[in-house]
């Protein structure tokens, strides 16, 4: 759980790429330039190298709407996030 992006707790990040092997983002928000750059890049200053993947919305405007049909429209919801899981263990 990363309650922001700035700064952000590189420590955490790299303790958890060093206990699980790979790492998961998920957010509200675009992945360009959020928490999975902000991940990625405390990853890379400290030299760790393992899968990735960002769940969230990628790099297009919003539109209004009942949160769970955006969430799943762009990308955030729960069957997203599992794929991305799935994604990054079979790289793993």
Do not use: M, W
């Amino acid at each position: 759980n990363i309650h922001t992006i700035k700064p952000i707790d590189a420590d955490a990040v790299i303790k958890a790429a060093s206990e699980t092997g790979a790492l998961v983002t998920a957010e509200n928000h675009n992945v360009i330039g959020g928490l999975g750059s902000a991940v990625s890049e405390a990853l890379c200053r400290a030299g760790v190298q393992v899968p990735s993947a960002f769940a969230g919305v990628n790099d297009t405007h919003g539109e209004c709407g009942p949160y769970d049909k955006l969430q799943h429209k762009y990308g955030f919801d729960a069957d997203a996030v599992e794929a991305k899981l799935r994604e990054v263990l079979a790289r793993k």
